[in-house]
C-alpha cells in the first residue's frame, strides 16, 4: 500500500462563484467556534485570590483559600488554567469562571462539537464538584452547582462534571433543569489527564474518552437557550487540590 494522498493545501467545500472558494480550506463561516488554550491574555498573568476579576468578557471568582491562575505543566507546556483549593481546614473553596454574555445555543439538526483537555490532583477526588463545559450564566455558585455539590445547578448546559461523593466523570446535557446523564470515566483517578469529547450530529450524542467512544445517547432536552464557557471547581474535603484544565473547544453549525 503507497502513502497516504496529503492535500497540503486544503479542501475547499465552497463553488467556485463563492468568493470562500478561493480559500483552500473548508468554509470557516459554516461554524461558530470557540477555543481557548490559555496561551496568554485569557487571565493575564496575575493570580485570582479571594476576589471577583471582570475582564475580556470573563468573570473569574475566587474563594477565600482558593487561587485561579495560568501556568505550565509537563503534559501542557504552552499553558494551562490552574485552579488550587484549600489546604489545612479550608473545606468547600473554590475557583469559577463563566463568561458574562454566553452566546452559543445547540439547535435540532445541526451538528455541535464540545472537547476539553483536563486533570484533577487531590488525595481524594470523589470529594471534589468538577465542571467543565458550557452553561447558562449564574449569579452564585449554588446556582452554578446544586448546594448538595452532586449536580449541575445550572438551567442550562452541556459538558463534563463530577460531583461531590462521586468517583465518575459523568457527561451532562440539558434544558430548563431537564437534564439526561452519563458515565464517561468510571472511577478516575487523581493526576491523570483526561480528554473528553462530544459530537453532536443533530439528533444523536456520542461521546469520547482518549478519543476512544464510549457512549451515545439520544437527550431528551438539549441548550437551546444562550449557554457559555463554564470551569468550575470546588473543594469537598479539607485538603489541598488542583484541577488544570489544558484547553475548552466547542464548535456549533450554523
Not at 488554550?37 to 476579576?53: M, R
Not at 455541535?112 to 455558585?141: C, H, K, P
Not at 437534564?179 to 450524542?205: E, R
Request: hydrophobic content about 40%; overall charge negative; proline content about 4%.
Amino acid at each position: 500500500m503507497g502513502s497516504p494522498r496529503r492535500f497540503l493545501d486544503g479542501v475547499s467545500s465552497v463553488t467556485s462563484a463563492d468568493p470562500m472558494g478561493a480559500l483552500p480550506y473548508l468554509d470557516p463561516t459554516k461554524w461558530v467556534m470557540f477555543y481557548e488554550d490559555f496561551t496568554g491574555g485569557f487571565l493575564g498573568s496575575n493570580a485570582i485570590s479571594s476576589t471577583t476579576v471582570t475582564q475580556n468578557g470573563i468573570q473569574a471568582i475566587s474563594s477565600a483559600n482558593g487561587v485561579i491562575s495560568v501556568v505550565t505543566d509537563t503534559d501542557a507546556p504552552l499553558g494551562c488554567l490552574s485552579i488550587t483549593n484549600g489546604g489545612g481546614a479550608n473545606d468547600n473553596d473554590y475557583g469559577w469562571l463563566q463568561t458574562l454574555s454566553p452566546g452559543f445555543a445547540m439547535t435540532s439538526g445541526k451538528k455541535m462539537i464540545l472537547e476539553t483537555r483536563f486533570e484533577v490532583t487531590a488525595a481524594n477526588v470523589d470529594e471534589d464538584e468538577v465542571f467543565i463545559g458550557l452553561a447558562s450564566y449564574s449569579a452564585s455558585v449554588t446556582a452554578a452547582f446544586a448546594t448538595a455539590g452532586t449536580t449541575l445547578n445550572a438551567d442550562d448546559g452541556i459538558g463534563f462534571y463530577s460531583g461531590d461523593g462521586d468517583t465518575n466523570i459523568n457527561f451532562v446535557v440539558g434544558e430548563n433543569d431537564v437534564y439526561d446523564d452519563q458515565v464517561l470515566v468510571a472511577t478516575y483517578v487523581t493526576a491523570t489527564w483526561y480528554k473528553l469529547s462530544v459530537f453532536f450530529d443533530g439528533t444523536d450524542i456520542y461521546l469520547y474518552v482518549n478519543d476512544a467512544m464510549s457512549g451515545k445517547l439520544t437527550p431528551d432536552q438539549i441548550p437551546v437557550s444562550v449557554i457559555g464557557p463554564m470551569f468550575f471547581f470546588k473543594a469537598g474535603a479539607a485538603e489541598a487540590q488542583q484541577m488544570l484544565t489544558d484547553y475548552l473547544f466547542c464548535a456549533f453549525e450554523r
